[in-house]
């Protein structure tokens, strides 16, 4: 089971954390991510992180504006700041992903429900 929380309407230039939980994976070799999808667009990978050595990707769309976190091998976090309009969208988090040096794979992930994220001008 994965399980986002967090999202919300937020003005242009400021910060959201989402956090996004997970149960019934085994935790040895684990990562989660984060993904996006805006509305007429299709899911985007926003960064991922295993959690055994915290190696992390991070999407050049997000970087240096998005930092992905871990309290333990199974909760996650997002912090956004420096928040834009085009960043509006629906926050999926994924479980069970693969964190490569150029990308984050989540071919055989377990999907969150997503969680709305609406930044305003």
């Known amino acids: 089971q994965v399980v986002e929380s967090g999202g919300g309407l937020v003005q242009a230039g400021g910060s959201l954390r989402l956090s996004c939980a997970a149960s019934?994976?085994?935790?040895?070799?684990?990562?989660m991510g984060w993904f996006r999808q805006a509305p007429g667009k299709e899911r985007e990978g926003v960064g991922c992180?295993?959690?055994?050595?915290?190696?992390t990707y991070y999407y050049e769309v997000v970087k240096d504006r998005f930092t992905i976190s871990t309290e333990n091998a199974n909760t996650v976090y997002l912090e956004m700041h420096s928040l834009k309009p085009e960043d509006t969208a629906i926050y999926y988090c994924?479980?069970?992903?693969?964190?490569?040096?150029?990308?984050?794979?989540?071919?055989?992930?377990?999907w969150g429900q997503g969680t709305q994220v609406t930044v305003s001008s």
């Open positions: 019934g994976f085994n935790l040895d070799d684990f990562a």
């Open positions: 994924a479980a069970d992903v693969a964190v490569h040096s150029d990308h984050c794979s989540a071919g055989s992930a377990s």
């Open positions: 992180i295993r959690t055994r050595d915290l190696k």
